[in-house]
């Protein structure tokens, strides 16, 4: 498994989330109130709205576009809504923040890119 | 550990409404027994009509299969009629021996039809209207023959008449009185109602008194007090229901007409609840589902140990199940001599209103042929709003005083299915209908999560309620008057504000923790809700947290569909120089903008900005001279004005400068929703000022002052707040006004809607008539927006929030084994 340096814990904000850039597109990586880190595509799985850009409680995000509310667990829909947005494996150690990026295989998203994972350097 | 034993007597509607309440609030508190006297799960009783005349079937009225009962671990017992309570053994015991003990029961035994007390009322062939038994039997004598007497003319008596019609029987209405549903009628619309049902075949005796029932066998015919007969194959009796109370008053239950029960729905025994049919609540029965299910919510959260609800009684409207007929009916619909009516009569058309107000409150309404408005005048007769201002249009509906031309397409009933009766969100009227049948949806919140109708702008609510009603049967669970602002507590947002500002609550954890919040964070309906509530309570002193703010206001910009943000910088007035024109182009090349855009609100927007650039943006603007114009907020937007006296040949007075004057007053302050401005500089009102939360329109001797206007879903036109002479004092009423909106309305509700609400009345209290309070008010504005005007883009631009606006490019990938 490969694992994604994202940054400090500290640079996510509490109930809120940091857009990170990668070579497989905009990954959404969320911090909630107990400091604990998810990470999904930064695509709503209704119409692709940033999910990074939404009000974060709880276990869920609430979509900025439509306030479809998604599970940061899962990825999926709660309530009466279905669909679901891929997610990824997170860890922190030391207090930094790490991503693994899911397959592309395992929900295609358009990206094409199934090969070796690699990142945009900045 | 042994869990309580809670035992349900009566497997209808009410009763396991009630038990889902429960199973929702706290799942496994009880271990649960069912009693049920009819061999099937709970269906939902109302749609019995329907079912009658063919246009339901049984299965589209199952609320609760079998399956439902065993997924929630429920034991139901079937088909057995609950014989006695044993209080002091605390069990339960049916007519075939099952026994259950309990430590709590509710009795939802419902009510039976009254049978009239007259000789061969036990002959085969009469029937009453209740249960599916009741439905069968009628459908297979309508198989078999031809004559059918219904005995009473209520609502029930009506609806079978209509069912066993529609199965080819030639049916005769009896009935005591002149007048049909004089429960729900007055004369006039009676007459109608009779009158149309003659005309597709109904036979009316009106007036007759039941003497007996005739035939040996089986039933053959009627016969009346003055000696008059009419022959009947099946008679069908629909004199009335009886709440059924005799389990109770055989367990020594106090009773009356029904069960007595208190404000939590005990009996005189708090170990045994009551609701629904059976129950009568401070003298009150009721035979509706609105007030069953409120019944249910509050029983529900006294058996989870929650004990915060209470019943307080219902007031309740009806509508007739029978197609092609559109009739509603709610509260004191005959007036008195203290009362007054207001009339519409249209033979024709076949239409006929009645509004009874008393002191400028509808107390009740009667609705023949046109029952769009039903719940309207419903909600203003529960709200007891003052109508005074609404008088004049007030019978030609809710549609009439402002919806943007929908006019004649609210009456849903007539829709095709594929009409689009909610226009943000695509959903058609064919598949509300379905999602409300599918998925057995009672309430608006139900329709909204299921079918995203009706939960964007809002302005399709009036026919989504509408719907539901004409699907579900008349009284589905009406939106409540006052709810809470989400469902992470049970509190309302006055409630909220009152304890915030008395119990000096500071922040939004502090709130929450203080009112038992029922979520650990919120969710994003009441955090926005709470910060606004506490940045307007605690001016300077509370930090705002820009976590419970929607993105365009933590952002300080509007998202768009794409992601990007569109930014409008603040143009006084609308009133612009070669130098800022300049500038925006400068910047509109510079950050390759694709879009500028003239704004409504005269304006200039630059559309599609990535957000990462939003800080370099505001920072050209800022040198430029430009702030925020908060287009993007629940905050004041622009000031829009026309060239007024400085030009134009018509004007009166100098408009520009006056809407120069209020923006920079106002600039930079929250409200519970966006606020708009105009000042017009005459009559003609190019400014359009009488469509703006706050409009001002010059006259030769001063200024006039109009609040409440709204341009969007729903146009309203403005009230006239009064008139001034200066424009000092255009600007002390502008700001009290702004202050008395900030503090007393709702969060998401705007200037239009609040003041239907709250009535213009309050706001001329206020602000007009107490110069004092309007000066408090004003000087608090002011004081607040000592810390609001700060220009959030300067502060973004120097570098505050800069996480908000940096996306991570994370450095290297990194094997970790």
């Not at chain 1, 900025?64 to 922190?92: M, Q, Y």
Request: a neutral charge; aromatic letters at 6%.
């Amino acid at each position: 498994m490969q694992w994604l340096e994202v940054g400090g814990l500290d640079e996510v904000p509490r109930l809120g989330a940091r857009v990170v850039r990668t070579g497989h597109g905009d990954i959404a990586v969320f911090r909630s109130a107990d400091d604990k880190i998810f990470a999904l595509d930064d695509r709503c799985p209704h119409k692709g709205g940033p999910l990074s850009q939404g009000i974060v409680y709880d276990r869920r995000v609430a979509c900025p576009l439509h306030n479809w509310v998604i599970s940061l667990e899962s990825g999926a829909a709660t309530g009466p809504d279905s669909g679901c947005t891929r997610r990824h494996e997170v860890k922190v150690e030391n207090g930094r923040v790490y991503v693994s990026i899911a397959a592309v295989e395992v929900r295609t998203r358009g990206q094409g890119d199934s090969e070796a994972f690699a990142a945009t350097g900045t | 550990m042994q869990r309580e034993r809670l035992v349900l007597i009566g497997n209808g509607m009410a009763g396991v409404r009630a038990l889902e309440e429960l199973l929702a609030l706290t799942p496994d508190l009880y271990e649960i027994t069912v009693f049920g006297a009819e061999p099937y799960g709970n269906y939902n009783r109302i749609l019995l009509s329907p079912v009658l005349a063919g246009e339901k079937t049984l299965d589209q009225i199952m609320l609760n299969d079998e399956r439902w009962y065993a997924d929630q671990g429920i034991t139901l017992h079937k088909g057995k009629t609950v014989a006695q309570i044993d209080r002091c053994g605390r069990r339960v015991i049916a007519a075939d021996g099952t026994e259950a003990a309990y430590d709590r029961v509710i009795l939802a035994t419902g009510s039976s039809p009254i049978m009239l007390p007259v000789p061969g009322k036990d002959l085969p062939g009469v029937n009453t209207f209740r249960d599916i038994f009741d439905v069968n039997a009628m459908l297979a004598a309508s198989r078999t023959s031809r004559h059918a007497v219904v005995i009473g003319g209520g609502l029930l008596g009506l609806e079978a008449a209509n069912g066993l019609q529609k199965r080819g029987m030639e049916v005769t209405v009896v009935h005591l009185l002149d007048t049909l549903m004089e429960r729900q009628l007055d004369k006039p619309a009676a007459d109608l109602l009779r009158a149309e049902l003659e005309s597709r075949g109904l036979r009316f005796l009106t007036g007759h008194q039941t003497e007996t029932f005739l035939g040996t066998e089986r039933v053959e015919g009627v016969r009346f007090k003055d000696g008059g007969e009419v022959g009947a194959d099946i008679v069908v009796m629909a004199a009335g229901i009886r709440p059924n109370a005799e389990l109770a008053r055989q367990a020594g239950l106090h009773c009356e007409r029904g069960v007595v029960v208190n404000d939590t729905m005990q009996t005189y025994d708090p170990r045994i609840y009551a609701l629904g049919e059976c129950a009568q609540h401070r003298g009150n029965t009721y035979g509706l589902v609105a007030p069953l299910f409120e019944q249910a919510k509050v029983c529900a959260n006294h058996l989870a140990r929650l004990g915060y609800a209470r019943y307080a009684g219902s007031v309740t409207s009806t509508k007739l199940k029978v197609t092609g007929i559109d009739l509603f009916s709610a509260g004191d619909f005959q007036g008195g001599p203290d009362t007054e009516e207001i009339l519409l009569k249209d033979a024709a058309r076949g239409v006929y209103k009645k509004v009874v107000l008393k002191d400028n409150r509808v107390i009740g309404s009667v609705l023949y042929g046109d029952t769009v408005d039903g719940s309207w005048y419903f909600q203003l007769m529960k709200d007891g709003t003052d109508v005074s201002h609404l008088r004049e249009h007030l019978l030609f509906g809710q549609a009439h005083v402002g919806d943007s031309g929908h006019g004649a397409a609210t009456r849903a009933a007539a829709l095709a299915d594929d009409a689009e009766i909610c226009g943000c969100n695509g959903v058609c009227k064919g598949a509300i209908v379905g999602a409300i049948v599918d998925k057995k949806l009672f309430t608006l919140d139900e329709v909204r999560a299921h079918t995203k109708a009706s939960s964007s702008c809002g302005s399709c609510t009036g026919l989504v309620e509408e719907l539901l009603a004409t699907t579900v049967g008349a009284d589905y669970t009406q939106t409540p008057r006052t709810r809470p602002v989400c469902t992470c507590t049970h509190y309302t947002h006055e409630e909220v504000r009152r304890a915030i500002t008395e119990n000096l609550l500071k922040s939004i954890p502090a709130a929450r923790q203080f009112l038992e919040w029922k979520t650990p964070d919120g969710c994003h309906v009441c955090r926005p809700a709470l910060n606004y509530y506490l940045l307007c309570a605690w001016p300077g002193e509370y930090i705002d947290d820009s976590q419970s703010r929607f993105i365009n206001e933590r952002a300080h910009a509007n998202i768009q569909k794409d992601g990007t943000f569109s930014v409008i910088p603040r143009i006084w007035g609308g009133v612009t120089n070669p130098h800022e024109l300049r500038a925006i182009a400068d910047v509109a090349e510079k950050y390759h903008v694709p879009t500028l855009k003239i704004t409504g609100g005269q304006r200039i927007d630059l559309l599609g900005v990535k957000k990462e650039n939003l800080p370099q943006v505001w920072g050209d603007l800022s040198r430029a001279g430009f702030v925020s114009g908060h287009a993007y907020g629940k905050a004041l937007r622009t000031v829009k004005t026309c060239v007024g006296s400085e030009w134009c040949r018509f004007g009166t007075q100098d408009s520009t400068t006056m809407g120069i004057r209020l923006e920079k007053m106002t600039w930079g302050a929250w409200t519970p929703h966006k606020t708009k401005m105009a000042v017009s500089g005459c009559p003609r009102n190019c400014a359009e000022a009488t469509i703006k939360d706050f409009g001002v329109v010059a006259v030769d001797s001063g200024w006039e002052i109009h609040v409440g206007g709204n341009g969007g879903v729903k146009v309203r036109v403005t009230d006239l707040l009064g008139k001034v002479t200066t424009m000092e004092e255009v600007e002390e009423y502008c700001a009290a006004f702004m202050q008395l909106y900030r503090e007393d309305a709702r969060y998401l509700e705007r200037t239009a809607p609040w003041i239907e609400r709250v009535g213009l009345e309050l706001v001329r209290k206020m602000i007009v008539d107490d110069g004092e309070n309007r000066r408090r008010l004003a000087a608090r504005f002011l004081e607040s927006q000592k810390h609001a005007q700060v220009d959030p883009w300067a502060e973004r631009a120097g570098g505050s929030e800069r996480r908000e606006f940096t996306p991570i490019h994370p450095v290297t990938p990194r094997a970790v084994a």
